[in-house]
Nanobody
Framework: QVQLVESGGGLVQAGGSLRLSCAASGRSFSTYTFGWFRQAPGKERDAVAA????????YYADNVKGRFTISRDNAKNTVYLQINSLKPEDTAVYYC???????????????WGQGTQVTVSS
């Protein structure tokens, strides 16, 4: 089992950048695939990025490609989401999720953090 805590959200102007962090506790961090999801008010939760347990494979939603970068630091038990060129439509609660040795896709994540709010002003 793994526990996840997100941080790094905040209020930022359009065009700015943020780096979200997801600190994981528990065993065997390097055996978990991680995903970042977001949920805007009144909308469904969508996947934005994922990184495989090995770090060799990543996934990005089409609408964030080129602006979002997911990475992991196994020595720090942390997964990151770098967000550049922020847009007002990026405003959402961002969640980190994990699954054991899973595929780098958008489903099957049993472990979730509490989320961190990102608000982008125009």
């Amino acid at each position: 089992q793994v526990q996840l805590v997100e941080s790094g959200g905040g209020l930022v102007q359009a065009g700015g950048s943020l780096r979200l962090s997801c600190a994981a506790s528990g065993r065997s961090f390097s055996t978990y695939t991680f995903g970042w999801f977001r949920q805007a008010p009144g909308k469904e939760r969508d996947a934005v990025a994922a990184i495989s347990w090995s770090g060799s494979s990543t996934y990005y939603a089409d609408n964030v490609k080129g602006r979002f970068t997911i990475s992991r630091d196994n020595a720090k038990n942390t997964v990151y989401l770098q967000i550049n060129s922020l847009k007002p439509e990026d405003t959402a609660v961002y969640y980190c999720a994990a699954k054991y040795l899973g595929l780098t896709n958008t489903n099957g994540y049993p472990y979730w953090g509490q989320g961190t709010q990102v608000t982008v002003s125009s």
